[in-house]
Nanobody
Framework: QVQLVESGGGLVQAGGSLRLSCAAS????????MGWFRQAPGKEREFVAA????????YYADSVSGRFTISRDNDRNTVYLQMNSLKPEDTANYYC???????????????WGQGTQVTVSS
């Protein structure tokens, strides 16, 4: 069992940056692939980024590639999402998730956090 808690969301102007953190408790964090997803009001939850257990392999949605970076610190049981050049369309609730495959499918992840809100003003 893994518990995930996101933090770092907030209000930022377009073009700005935020770094989200996801702290994990429970055993064997380093064995899990980690992903970030987001959900805007009235929309489906969508994939943002993922990494494998070491962070050496990463995968991004086309909409954030080149602007967002996923990383992890297994000693701190934490995964990060650095978000640069933010756009109003990045506004959403951001969720981290843990699973055994760093995939874009929600069904690949077994554990989810409660989310942190990111709002980008124009």
């Amino acid at each position: 069992q893994v518990q995930l808690v996101e933090s770092g969301g907030g209000l930022v102007q377009a073009g700005g940056s935020l770094r989200l953190s996801c702290a994990a408790s429970g055993r064997l964090f380093a064995s899990y692939a980690m992903g970030w997803f987001r959900q805007a009001p009235g929309k489906e939850r969508e994939f943002v980024a993922a990494c494998n257990w070491s962070g050496g392999r990463t995968y991004y949605a086309d909409s954030v590639s080149g602007r967002f970076t996923i990383s992890r610190d297994n000693d701190r049981n934490t995964v990060y999402l650095q978000m640069n050049s933010l756009k109003p369309e990045d506004t959403a609730n951001y969720y981290c998730a843990a699973g055994f495959s760093y995939a874009s499918s929600r069904s690949s992840y077994d554990y989810w956090g409660q989310g942190t809100q990111v709002t980008v003003s124009s």
